[in-house]
């Protein structure tokens, strides 16, 4: 079963960029769709960007198309999320989740998850 882990994290500025990484162990992410997802406090995980496993074809969030750019490397069994041009809006913690089948958009479509990351912007 895979196992994800993500990093890279922390406090920035608004303005500022982060570049969070998600390392996966007991599985290749090249046999899954690869996701980010985020939850600010009191709210609902909501959908971030996919990166498809076939032809890395992205779909992101319209709050954060133009800004962040997802990505992955088959050779390092990693995914990345980088975030530019952070707002205080983009503060939550960031989660990253593979899946095989189903809505791309749906939490119940990933089957596992990782731990998540905190992402503070500050204004």
């Known amino acids: 079963q895979v196992q994800l882990v993500e990093s890279g994290g922390g406090l920035v500025q608004a303005g500022g960029a982060l570049r969070l990484s998600c390392a996966a162990s007991g599985g290749t992410i090249s046999t899954y769709g690869m996701g980010w997802f985020r939850q600010a406090p009191g709210k609902e995980r909501e959908f971030v960007a996919h990166?498809?496993?076939?032809?890395?074809?992205?779909s992101y969030a319209d709050s954060v198309k133009g800004r962040f750019t997802i990505s992955r490397d088959n050779t390092k069994n990693t995914v990345y999320l980088q975030m530019n041009s952070l707002k205080p809006e983009d503060t939550a913690v960031y989660y990253c989740a593979a899946r095989t089948t189903g809505n791309i958009y749906l939490r119940g479509s990933y089957n596992h998850w990782g731990q998540g990351t905190q992402v503070t912007v500050s204004s």
């Open positions: 990166i498809s496993r076939f032809t890395t074809s992205t």
